[in-house]
């Protein structure tokens, strides 16, 4: 999984400081492709411990600080392996990048995963993500930080009923 960003970053970010990103390569290959401004900032390379990582969403805080949500798998590369929720952040503006930091621990029958971030008009920040216990229970979850992003309530079910629901990133 490769962060390809333009420059400057903020453009890209635009009014709501909320980016979409596919983490696709062949998406971040386009981009980069087409644009001699874009550059790879990071490339999150698969390994053994963690044999996939996708499904990552940003939100600029306050501050200035970028942060980037996304689906670390560590038992298996497969949409039903194991995984967990991380993030990063930049302090300037996606140039260099700190160590991942897990914001939601798997406490499914499968996984969490999916993640997307979204600034609400109170200022908080939602984040939305599935909880996958088996192919017919994968529900949507929100966790609400008024913090900028440093702490997480707890999780709230955003469907009761049950099914298998999913989740397009931001």
Known sequence: MSITQPKPLRSFFGIGGIALISLAGTITTALAADTPDNIVTLDIEPTSEN??????????????????????YYGGAHDES???????????????????????????????????????????????????????????HVRVSDDEGATWSDPRRVVDAPGYFVLNND
């Open 82 to 140: 194991p995984a967990r929720l991380v993030q990063i952040h930049s302090d300037d503006e996606g140039l260099t990048w700190s160590q991942p930091v897990v914001v939601v621990e798997n406490n499914a029958g499968r996984n969490v995963m999916s993640v997307s971030l979204l600034r609400l008009t109170s200022g908080k920040i939602a984040l939305f993500y599935l909880v996958k216990n088996n192919w017919i229970d994968c529900r949507p």
């Open 51 to 72: 044999p996939r990582n996708s499904e990552g969403a940003f939100v600029t805080l306050k501050t200035g600080r970028i942060l980037f949500c996304y689906t670390e």
